[in-house]
């Protein structure tokens, strides 16, 4: 459409100067720029308000870990950690993260944002701050190490990630679109490694659409000893996502070695895990945690919503519950879905007793809960009550193990501001 005329320069000049002004204003909050996401700065305070029931932070204390848990439908990946018992609480934004691997040798978080398209992203722990004469390296609390995004590799959006694990060193992925197992590089990009002998036909396997849902993985030490959960073992006119498709009983895990199931009868199984050589797994549809014996899944506990997420710190599982969307409640028929919430739960897997939890009131979907030792990190950049001043400070001069290792730029003991005219205090 062909601009008005303008009556008159100034009036022009008054119009380009308002123009240019809102340019400059806009990407300026940190949320937004590290996200790549316009509105994360917009991040509703509700989705954060939580409810504790029994000590959950003394526990991630006493273990000194924190946890990494992705909410898929609000957009969040939050932080749990724990500061003496008491909750420390973090988040970023990202478009619909799902699965999260910790590769604790190389201090590497990874997280699949699984929209269209999908990002892999590569976070690692703030290890200080670069040498500057432009900021004052003064300020009020204590940063604790955060987790900053370092890299971001694009997928097609018809990979669609669901989980992540460290397979002998290196990163795989779930690719529930093409009904395989990959692997993941920031430089090579994908490539299918493993799928089910079921998606073969005699013109081989079938990799152009979901079929199955193939969307766990239980790492072993290689693809042969790892194990992978899927909600059939088909291909078929229906396929997930229709309202109509067929789940219950119907979800199995398959073995890494004979591409085969070796546990049927479960319902939209997720999180299957490797813990010692015990396998769990969670029976999403019955709202279950299971361990699999003898080739069938043993309920261990039962928990009030979607179970998925699964995290194993020696007798403790932490496992997430998820509300079902209620155009998905066909999918959990042994759950009472108007009751389902939304939370993170420490259960023995001795008794099967839920020793404590934490849940959000305005929760809805978590998608992977994982553990981190506190050594490496147990925050994420962004706190419950923002500080834009030490927001702003983390990412103008973050330095992580990625950076130049120089003398210069390693961490430095404070001195006296007085004397060097700003504060050289590094914060770890």
């Known amino acids: 459409m062909a601009r008005?005329?303008?009556?008159s320069g100034k009036s022009r000049a008054d119009e380009l100067e308002a123009?240019?002004?809102?340019?400059?204003?806009?990407w300026r909050d940190t949320a937004q720029v590290a996200s790549f996401w316009k509105d994360a700065e917009n991040t509703d305070p509700e989705l954060l308000k939580y409810r504790v029931r029994g000590e959950f932070f003394e526990l991630l204390n006493k273990l000194d870990i924190a946890l990494i848990v992705s909410r898929e439908y609000e957009h969040l990946l939050l932080c749990l950690g724990s500061q003496g018992g008491l909750p420390q609480i973090s988040y970023l934004p990202l478009p619909h993260p799902s699965g999260v691997a910790v590769d604790r040798k190389k201090r590497r978080v990874y997280v699949a944002s699984t929209r269209n398209p999908n990002q892999l992203l590569e976070m690692r722990p703030l290890s200080g701050f670069l040498s500057r004469h432009d900021v004052d390296l003064k300020f009020g609390g204590q940063v604790d190490s955060p987790l900053i995004v370092t890299r971001s590799l694009y997928l097609p959006g018809c990979v669609y990630m669901h989980d992540l694990a460290l397979i002998g060193g290196v990163l795989h992925g779930n690719a529930v679109g093409h009904?395989?197992?990959i692997s993941l590089d920031f430089d090579g990009g994908f490539k299918r490694v493993w799928w089910p002998r079921c998606i073969e036909n005699s013109k081989g396997p079938v990799f152009e659409q979901n079929h199955i849902q193939l969307n766990s993985i239980a790492a072993g030490k290689t693809l042969a000893d790892s194990f992978f959960s899927a909600s059939s073992t088909g291909i078929a006119k229906l396929r997930p996502g229709d309202e109509k498709y067929p789940v219950d009983g119907r979800g199995v895990i398959f073995s890494g070695r004979t591409r085969?199931?070796?546990?049927?009868?479960?319902?939209?199984?997720?999180?299957?895990?490797?813990?010692?050589?015990?396998?769990?797994v969670d029976n999403s549809g019955y709202g279950e945690l299971s361990v699999v014996v003898d080739g069938?899944?043993?309920?261990v506990a039962r928990l009030g919503g979607w179970t998925r997420g699964?995290?194993?710190?020696?007798?403790?599982?932490?496992?997430?519950?998820?509300?079902v969307i209620p155009r998905f409640k066909?999918?959990?028929?042994?759950?009472?879905?108007?009751?389902?919430?939304?939370?993170?739960?420490?259960?023995?897997?001795?008794?099967?007793?839920?020793l404590a939890s934490v849940t959000w009131a305005s929760g809805n979907q978590i998608?992977?809960?994982?553990?981190?030792?506190?050594?490496?990190?147990?925050?994420?950049?962004?706190?419950?009550?923002?500080?834009?001043e030490r927001e702003k400070l983390v990412f103008y001069a973050f330095r992580t193990d990625s950076a130049a290792s120089s003398k210069r730029m390693k961490p430095h003991k404070s001195t006296s501001a007085a004397k060097t005219g700003r504060s050289s205090k590094t914060l770890r």
């Open 296 to 299: 069938k899944a043993e309920p």
């Open 19 to 26: 123009l240019w002004a809102r340019h400059s204003a806009e």
């Open 179 to 181: 009904n395989a197992v």
């Open 367 to 388: 998608f992977a809960v994982e553990c981190m030792p506190r050594t490496m990190s147990c925050a994420l950049p962004f706190s419950l009550k923002r500080d834009s």
């Open 310 to 323: 699964l995290c194993i710190v020696g007798e403790i599982a932490f496992v997430g519950t998820s509300r």
């Open 330 to 354: 066909q999918y959990a028929p042994g759950l009472e879905v108007e009751k389902s919430i939304c939370g993170v739960h420490a259960v023995s897997l001795k008794t099967g007793k839920v």
């Open 4 to 7: 008005s005329p303008i009556s």
């Open 260 to 280: 085969e199931p070796i546990c049927k009868g479960l319902t939209r199984p997720h999180s299957a895990r490797l813990s010692g050589k015990q396998l769990y």
